[in-house]
């Protein structure tokens, strides 16, 4: 802002600007005079800026992992190694329990039905909440409602939707006869239940296909949950575990399917939504590659206080989280707006190739 | 998560819960299997909890805005009253200058140029990039990139965007020429400056139907800044008043401008984005009137260290701002993201109408 | 902000105020006039406002915690059952793993070390961060520091905090004996190994009154930590398990013990800092005793996104995680400012009670 | 998090580490165990990482201010230039209305009363709340306070706090007699009225040592406010101008003033709590005389939306704004918090040193 010749107080004079690269992108939004093209409006926000310019950037950092995924794969002529991804890029999806309350929901169960993803993590309420909600639906409230006279009413709040006692009095009766079943089968056939072997189970058991764990289960998708006695599970777990004592889960042999999974890929992308847990264990595990390839994360934490939830990119890159020529995108937004967005223009834009692939497998 | 026959501790018994009303909305998520119909996603938001939630309600409440404007106004015999507005609701949009500087500023253009709006209410940066960008482009950069090595280079940084210092080189010499020509008129025909006063002339003299302010000159919009000498604008200002002395800006003309529009309105709708100065300015002007009848807030602020820029709409409904039967709302989120899917969805969904209205005017 | 006799436009006339209760606290800061007393500035927080406020309210509701805790627990005649508590009100510790990497650790080490806490619960690197620093220190850095360079570097950065490579290869060094040594203990012994006893072993092991597990090694206090393999200890029992197979860490047996905690008690208070698994792993348990007595959260989320990080605590009321009568706080902040001038008002100014009392048991 | 000899999956091996700087800062924080001492308790926030550390910075750099302050500044042998401030570091304070509703108010008080700080910018709620706290009391309620029911009861929130119609209605009693005077002294006078002036006059007619305008006033501290009108000043202005009209403020004047203080200063230093205006326009200040030579920033905002008032001191670098070889320092926090305690480690610790250099002024 400021001056070239100007009189009489020249304190400082302006710094000629350095010719900006030819191919920059220059900030331009979406003219509805054009007409309302959600499409090319969506297109328009890379060059808007901001957090539009991050979800545009997002977009090319999903359909980058798209397009290595679709690569072919060259034959192993020994394929002896039965470990060795046969995708192209294996992608990590992690998620919080509260987008399973929410609905996108069932944008994350799109991906497993159709096998667009490769490895799921997510915590405890994650998994239980798709369960209840092939039992009983989950209503829109108001973040503002007032915690006692919702107690008194039998009914839960998650920010601002609401879940009736109700449905977890459903989830009860479904789920104590599969605990029995599992106390059985470790005992009589020996079963080494871990959280990603229970998961399996109870998602064939649902037998839903408005359940994530259902596809799953049917794709074969491994969903890792290592603090699975974090919720409702653990609360039945805890009681039952009186009834009918016994029961195991091991986290170990968990862990090393989980890391397994980085570490053979021939490359790996990771897509988080939210934090804590379901962040760091997917960067934890492709640690062990030397870090992930591609990397979207959608939250609304912060860095400044030092969590793992807002760290940057950046930072996962200094632990070999993230590789050194990587370009991982953070989109600092609720994943409720962002990610049906996000899927929209990459794995549904390219669901035709993406099904047909999985079809021809 | 509680259990209602559980041996051995019981410990508690859940509540029963209320039947919840008939059309309470469950929570449900875009079906991607049916295709992609970005519309029919958008319109998915309102039962995908959380803020996609909220995004729908703030369509909700911008269309009964549009709905209300669209409403015929009854002439008035007697129609001597010059100050009574003509539409049916009054709108107030606000805005922070980075949304200016942002690619945001083509859907706010978009609403100046169909008149769609009624009172606009930015900062000094909102003002002076508008036309700055009339003059040279705004560009695409990277939140991380050092401070130091962009000013050695003559490189400003606005988050992520770039704006070259030779940019402000550029309107300096665009309109140190009609601040001479200002101070002339006022002394030779004793205008009276206000800061609309001068951002109406400048839209004049930009001439440019990019510019937001030239079309707010053309539909005769009054844009409001108090603090118009809060930037680049200043800066100019302060170097031209050693050169040519006597510029006035009153802003007690302005206030009372500001004010009588929301007073003498029929219904008023409040739309803004960011916080500080432009939201409390137009919710300020509305306590004048007893409250907006609507309200959609955009922004990331939080309530939790008191400031007017975080506060909830709730806040606002206790000092008059908002009516106490309104159903405001606020957005969560980064407007880069949210407003050109929000004028989508209202504004431009809605040109048709909106647009044969004011030629019908 | 309005006006009672005003011409000509009198829109509104202003509502009288109730008159507000004799005893409502008035906004009131610190007077420095009265010179630098540090103590009497933070007790005026009470009346600042915003979050000092909040603050002050934490205060209070610690003390409270203490002051339950003090109280004469009266001998049950038949003490058959092992499981009551003998203490007047069970305090839950939570935090995330970066406290621990920061200085709050210090603070919490005091309150393991004096037994002022009962339960605790950090997710896995707030486990390995402590015993990492009793083998090499963590530095202070920048959150701006490249991570490409850093890892050139052999740096890994957590915010502003920076942990050299090798304090890793000391962990492991250290660590894999350990294992080894479990795996015989279960295998010869048929030791049934879950997350809360291998962190008991591993505080006996690092024998160093620097670490907060020796403490709660020392002092019997269980730390629950179900995700124990999401962090360096998972990484080490990965590659440990190839070398020396075997290891089970279950996760069920925890669960029991955890939840049997908050059942039994004669009162619970919770301190929580930071989101994520620990807040909702200690709220869970204690649901199962129709909630919490007592309760402070210290964290930086917010609960527009519906994430139960930044959920308020009215919204654990409705699930019955805290009593509907309680009087919970939150404090909006990073906990290294905050958590160690909360320990200073509370824990530190009752050491000399909370420190006999032990001594006495 | 990586291992230097394991088998079978060697897949990476660990980047040895630099060797880090002798002299870099350990983390380590306050031990309890050595008793509780306040003063030493605050001292260890600069190695307990974090906002923390970002505290014991800002510490440091406001006491830089103080020291560079105190330097004896050179009698210029012709002192005829009046502009040349006799201070060796002018200090600019801004903060947010909000902090005067708060008791940071009686912080900033103390600051304006004992001329530690130069100059002053806030917004019009900043102002008018000062005086208002001089005619009756603001109370401490609830963020969660209903507005509807506020509303009916004559009583408005601000974000925890309460503030009665009654206060207001005080407020008008006391200023309409002075906005009479101020015209009437404008139209025999011949006032040119700015708002820094009329905040001038105010400070000396409140007549009251709770205020912080009145040692403005008393101790000759501009204070600048562009947007005066924006709150209940602007309100009674407003009404005031139908029974008697033609009072003028004219913000050309005050961008001069304001200008000037920052480029005829020796050196600069900027303290700016919460953002919007304030920060901007004392930022933009400091960018005539090619940057501040030192700044802190206490806000909760954020850089990720672009917004002015979340940008990073790194941005203002690129503006020039901030000097390049600054170390400024940003706290990521409730300045009602953080403020208080940040007087008290520097202002108020050298209370002799600083109100001594005012006395033998």
Not at 253 to 278: P, Y
Request: proline share 4%.
């Amino acid at each position: 802002m400021l001056f070239r010749v100007i009189y009489p107080p020249l304190y400082t004079t302006l710094m000629e600007s350095i010719t900006l690269p030819e191919d920059m992108p220059q900030i331009k939004g979406y003219d509805f005079n054009q007409g309302l093209d959600h499409k090319a409006l969506l297109q328009s926000f890379l060059t808007t800026g901001f957090q539009a310019s991050s979800f545009g950037q997002a977009v090319q950092e999903v359909n980058k992992m798209i397009e290595k995924r679709l690569e072919p794969v060259q034959e192993e002529h020994e394929s002896c190694d039965s470990h060795t991804s046969a995708s192209g890029c294996t992608i990590f999806l992690g998620y919080t329990s509260n987008l399973i309350s929410s609905g996108v929901r069932e944008s994350i169960r799109y991906l497993a039905q159709h096998r667009m993803v490769d490895v799921i993590v997510t915590t405890a309420g994650g998994i239980e909440e798709d369960f209840i909600k092939c039992l009983a639906p989950t209503y829109l409230g108001d973040f503002s409602l007032k915690g006692k006279e919702l107690r008194q009413q039998g009914i839960n709040r998650i920010g601002n939707l609401l879940v009736p006692n109700d449905n977890y009095c459903k989830f009860e009766d479904w789920l104590m006869p599969i605990l029995d079943q599992m106390v059985l089968e470790q005992k009589t056939e020996g079963t080494h239940w871990t959280p990603s072997k229970m998961i399996h189970r109870l998602g064939k058991e649902i037998n839903n296909p408005d359940s994530v764990y259902y596809w799953a289960y049917k794709n074969d998708i491994p969903v890792f949950s290592p603090a699975l006695t974090d919720g409702s599970l653990g609360d039945m777990i805890y009681f039952h575990s009186y009834k009918n004592p016994g029961l195991l889960l091991d986290i170990v042999e968990d862990i090393r399917r989980l890391n397994s999974k980085a570490v053979f890929a021939k490359s790996t992308g990771m897509i988080i939504l939210g934090g804590g847990l379901v962040k760091h264990h997917i960067a934890n595990a492709n640690l062990m590659r030397n870090g992930a390839d591609f990397a979207v994360f959608v939250n609304t934490g912060q860095e400044f206080d030092g969590s793992d939830s807002g760290a940057r990119p950046d930072e996962a890159i200094s632990w070999g989280k993230i590789r050194m020529d990587a370009s991982p995108v953070k989109v600092y937004a609720d994943a409720s707006i962002v990610f049906p967005l996000l899927v929209a223009e990459t794995f549904a834009h390219n669901a035709n190739r993406l099904i047909k692939e999985k079809k021809s497998d």
